[in-house]
């Protein structure tokens, strides 16, 4: 079974500073997709970013990039110029899939602050 | 275009009760899944269903089932409610396009006393 670590339960950060958030997932499979999410207290689960891992290039979406070490089983998250609306609960997530379902399973989450 | 909406926002239920929960996934999305979410826990996946099928069931006894509507929409059913099931439950929707993508709604807090 997959399993997803996220072995930071909390982080604060600066505002306008660089944090890295980190995950690793355990698997047998070749061919998958990660994913962070971020729950911030309104409770919903928004996308932030998403890695192919058949893609070697790392995601990048604005002040969100990932390091994706396929090898490693590791799937970080780097937040720059962190701003006050990233404070959030941070979920690292792969997708499975399991005799035609597409689940997604989740770490235990980060909870990261921003102070200014 | 509006997002994956869910209903009610919150729900106060007693041991023993039933609960339905609503949701209505992302216009053109076909795949919908329900995850729970404890408090302090990283979501846990309960169905998901695609084109009115069930494609997928995570480990949760038989007293909480789904179905999935012509339209799309899905309920998630809980029975004979105990304290544990409450949590925080959350629908996600998935498109032809970037299906390995889920796009998530509010959730639905339900509270077991």
Redesign the interface.
């Known amino acids: 079974a997959q399993t997803?670590t996220q072995s930071q339960p909390e982080m604060s950060v600066q505002e306008a500073e660089t944090v890295t958030l980190s995950c690793t997932y355990d698997t047998s499979e070749s061919d998958y997709?990660l994913?962070w999410?971020k729950q911030p207290p309104?409770?919903?689960?928004?996308?932030v970013i998403?890695q192919?891992a058949y893609k070697q290039q790392n995601a990048t979406e604005n002040r969100f990039s990932v390091n994706f070490q396929k090898a490693a089983k590791s799937f970080s998250l780097k937040i720059s110029d962190s701003q006050l609306g990233d404070a959030a609960m941070y979920?690292c997530?792969y997708?499975a899939t399991?005799?035609?379902?597409?689940?997604?399973?989740?770490?235990?989450?980060m909870k990261l602050t921003v102070n200014p | 275009d509006a997002g994956v909406t869910q209903s009610p926002t919150h729900l106060i239920k007693t041991r023993g009760q039933h609960v339905t929960l609503r949701c209505s996934p992302i216009s053109g999305h076909k795949s919908v899944s329900w995850y729970q979410q404890v408090l302090g826990q990283g979501p846990q996946f309960i169905f998901q269903y695609y084109e009115k099928e069930e494609r997928g069931r995570g480990n949760f006894p038989d007293r909480f089932s789904a179905r999935q509507f012509p339209n799309y929409s899905s309920e998630l059913n809980v029975n004979a409610l105990l304290l544990g099931d409450s949590a925080l439950y959350l629908c996600a929707s998935s498109g032809w396009t970037e299906q390995e993508t889920q796009y998530f709604g509010p959730g639905t807090r339900l509270l077991v006393l």
């Not at chain 1, 399991?98 to 989450?109: D, N, P, T």
């Open positions: 997803v997709y994913f999410y309104s409770r919903q689960m928004i996308l998403r192919e979920f997530a997708r399991q005799g035609g379902s597409e689940k997604l399973v989740f770490g235990k989450g």
